[in-house]
Nanobody, 126 residues
Framework: QVQLVESGGGLVQAGGSLRLSCAASGRTFSLYNMGWFRQAPGKEREFVAAINWSGGSTYFAASVKGRFTISRDNAKNTVYLQMNSLKPEDTAVYYC???????????????????WGQGTQVTVSS
């Protein structure tokens, strides 16, 4: 069982930056692939970014590529989402998720993940 807790959300002006953190419980964090997803009001959940268990591979949605980066610190059981050049359309609840069964493009699919955090709100004002 893995418990995930996101933090770092808030209100920021367009063009600004935020760094989200997702802290995981347990001693096997380094075995898990980690993903970030988001859901805006009235919209379906969408993939944002993912990083494999070692940190050697990262994946991004086209809408955030070049603006967001994902990283992990296995010693701290934490994955990060650095969000730069934020746009109003980035406004959403952001969720982190954990998986240890799949790899590659599967990490962009929400159904891949077994564990989810409670989410953190990101609001970008224009």
């Amino acid at each position: 069982q893995v418990q995930l807790v996101e933090s770092g959300g808030g209100l920021v002006q367009a063009g600004g930056s935020l760094r989200l953190s997702c802290a995981a419980s347990g001693r096997t964090f380094s075995l898990y692939n980690m993903g970030w997803f988001r859901q805006a009001p009235g919209k379906e959940r969408e993939f944002v970014a993912a990083i494999n268990w070692s940190g050697g591979s990262t994946y991004f949605a086209a809408s955030v590529k070049g603006r967001f980066t994902i990283s992990r610190d296995n010693a701290k059981n934490t994955v990060y989402l650095q969000m730069n050049s934020l746009k109003p359309e980035d406004t959403a609840v952001y969720y982190c998720a954990a998986d240890r069964r799949f790899s590659g493009d599967s990490l962009s699919v929400g159904e891949t993940y077994d564990y989810w955090g409670q989410g953190t709100q990101v609001t970008v004002s224009s």
